[in-house]
């Protein structure tokens, strides 16, 4: 089987869809920032790892270049990695932006574009990536990361159309996927209420989101959203 690039796979969404395309034998390669527990897990269970902090051009080069080098083809590329400073964090708004649109769009675009022959080798083959419910909507408090995401589900449109009908490039715009720990109570119970369903959309939800788009002939071009309702709330 081809490998399958996930970016951001030390915890939380890219972790599990690691370990859970690993556990049906697909080949993963997987990037990550920090070393964490999970990097350790997935590099005894032979998930090939590349640390990689897309704020840094030079970085995400080197990675394409590696994989690059050591594949010819691939069954799809999940853009996982992310991040989310708020407007008010202790950096001057420039380097805000910079860094939103650095994870979210820059290296997406980069990554896209020198892999496409490997992607199209492989095919039928897919880009996903993973946004969020905000770039539809904006935020007060995450401006930029929303314009961010916004111009993320943007690289999907121009993307669909360009390398089709070989790869199918889509978006999954999840609201709340998962708590954190420290989540307190309070939180927790304000942020149920935003949706219809009143829960954590959980890591499974989002696994079956990836697989019905890889598993799919047709869908392209989409912008699929996993919010529990909360559009209607």
């Known amino acids: 089987m081809n490998p399958i690039l996930i970016t951001g796979v030390g915890q939380r969404v890219g972790l599990h869809l690691a370990r859970t395309f690993i556990d049906r034998g697909h080949p993963v390669i997987g990037t990550y920032r920090s070393q964490r527990d999970g990097i350790d897990e997935l590099a005894a269970l032979g998930v090939e790892l590349h640390r990689c902090d897309f704020y840094e051009p030079a970085q995400v080069q080197a990675l394409i270049d590696d994989v690059a080098k050591q594949h010819s083809r691939m069954r799809a590329i999940i853009h996982n990695a992310s991040d989310w400073l708020p407007d008010s964090a202790d950096h001057p708004p420039e380097e805000i932006v910079r860094r939103m649109m650095a994870v979210h769009v820059d290296a997406p675009y980069r990554i896209n574009l020198a892999l496409a022959d490997l992607l199209k080798a ?19 408090k995450h401006i930029a990361y929303a314009a961010s995401k916004a111009a993320q589900d943007n690289l999907t449109l121009s993307f669909a159309a360009l390398l089709a009908p070989e790869v199918k490039v889509n978006s999954i715009a999840p609201a709340l996927v998962l708590f954190n720990e420290d989540d307190d109570a309070a939180y927790r119970e304000k942020t149920l209420k935003k949706s219809l369903m009143q829960r954590e959309g959980g890591l499974d939800e989002m696994q079956h989101q990836v697989d019905y788009l890889l598993d799919s002939q047709y869908v392209t071009g989409r912008i699929i959203h996993m919010d529990g309702g909360r559009h209607l709330v």
Do not use: F, N, W
Not at 122 to 140: E, F, Q, T
């Open 122 to 140: 492989g095919a039928p083959s897919d880009i996903v990536h993973l946004g969020d419910y905000v770039s539809g909507r904006g935020s007060k």
